[in-house]
């Protein structure tokens, strides 16, 4: 069984057609989507458009829940200066693709051929706005996890790709197709993005279980072309982070 897991696309359109792309190009059986889908870049429409067509599974990242209630963004974890990038987004959407974000799930088990169970979620198992990164302390980690029996655990939230052992578990992080970090984030620091966008192929064959962490470059002069169309908020933005 080979699945793909894509998370974080924010609105990035251009670099999710490139992931897609690369994924027809590796035959998997599945793709699951990880969240915070819509927000931030030009192109939530066509991003929303998409992910029906694939009919994968869905879950829901705190972006995802802050369009739809952006008066609440702050309880998600949104910083200030995004709020107005939300309600330009929402604005763009319609009933059903509101309907369509609230529908995704929260987690989901997916049972290997081999017995192996795979727990996907956004941020940890107990919230979409919980960050687990390389340096997160195993005491943490066993709140996160506590009473989870699957032996792979896989995310998104951080922007930052990572494969880390958990006592006899595997914790994944797929990265970010729209919003690729160049350094861990911090609040209050800016951040840096790069030119590619990452997802992740995990495949079980056998008694093999491969994780394979994909990097695809995208057209950033073609980002930038939609996003000053768009008029989004964030335009300025956008424009530093790939006009270096």
Not at 43 to 69: F, M, S, W
Not at 106 to 113: C, V
Not at 148 to 169: C, L, N, P, T, W
Request: glycine share 4%; with cysteine; proline share 5%.
């Amino acid at each position: 069984m080979r699945i793909a897991f894509i998370s974080d696309i924010h609105g990035n359109f251009t670099a999710l057609e490139a992931v897609l792309a690369d994924i027809n190009s590796q035959v998997v059986d599945q793709i699951v989507c990880l969240g915070d889908t819509v927000t931030l870049g030009p192109q939530p429409v066509e991003v929303l458009n998409t992910l029906r067509e694939l009919k994968c599974l869905y879950i829901k990242g705190n972006h995802d829940e802050a369009v739809l209630n952006p008066e609440h963004s702050l309880q998600y974890d949104i910083t200030d200066h995004l709020i107005p990038d939300l309600h330009w987004c929402k604005d763009k959407l319609s009933p059903d693709d509101l309907k369509f974000i609230d529908s995704f799930e929260p987690m989901h088990e997916i049972n290997l051929p081999n017995g192996n169970t795979i727990l996907a979620f956004h941020g940890s198992p107990l919230s979409f706005t919980d960050i687990i990164q390389a340096t997160t302390p195993t005491e943490l980690l066993d709140v996160y996890f506590e009473k989870q029996k699957a032996e792979i655990f896989i995310g998104g939230h951080s922007h930052i790709q990572m494969v880390r052992r958990y006592d006899d578990k595997l914790i994944l992080n797929t990265g970010s197709i729209g919003n690729a970090f160049k350094y861990v984030f911090s609040p209050g620091n800016p951040v840096d993005l790069l030119p590619w966008a990452e997802y992740m192929i995990i495949n079980q064959s056998g008694n093999s279980l491969n994780i394979d962490s994909r990097r695809v470059y995208f057209d950033t002069d073609e980002l930038l072309k939609k996003v000053k169309e768009s008029h989004l908020p964030s335009t300025d933005w956008w424009l530093k982070q790939y006009s270096k």
